[in-house]
């Protein structure tokens, strides 16, 4: 039977040092722009609540979350 070749590559100890640079730097590239879209994603996500909230961009989540705990804590320290 014929082996399947790893679809990962490898590094072997014939690989030049350029080479190992040159994917160690394509890989850097490819974090960078995981990490640009994580980014871009959290703002989007926290504009939509924003939205949603029906409040303008500027509306902060944790300062509501905030205000509503005090508000229950306040009722709950009334009754």
Request: glycine share 2%; with cysteine.
């Amino acid at each position: 039977m014929e082996q399947k070749e790893s679809r990962r590559p490898r590094a072997y100890v014939s690989d030049s040092a350029e080479d190992v640079a040159a994917r160690l730097q394509d890989i850097q590239a490819i974090i960078v722009s995981i990490e640009n879209n994580l980014q871009q994603y959290r703002q989007a996500t926290r504009l939509r609540r924003c939205v949603l909230a029906g409040k303008g961009k500027d509306f902060d989540p944790q300062d509501e979350r905030a205000s509503t705990n005090a508000t229950v804590e306040n009722s709950l320290s009334q009754q």
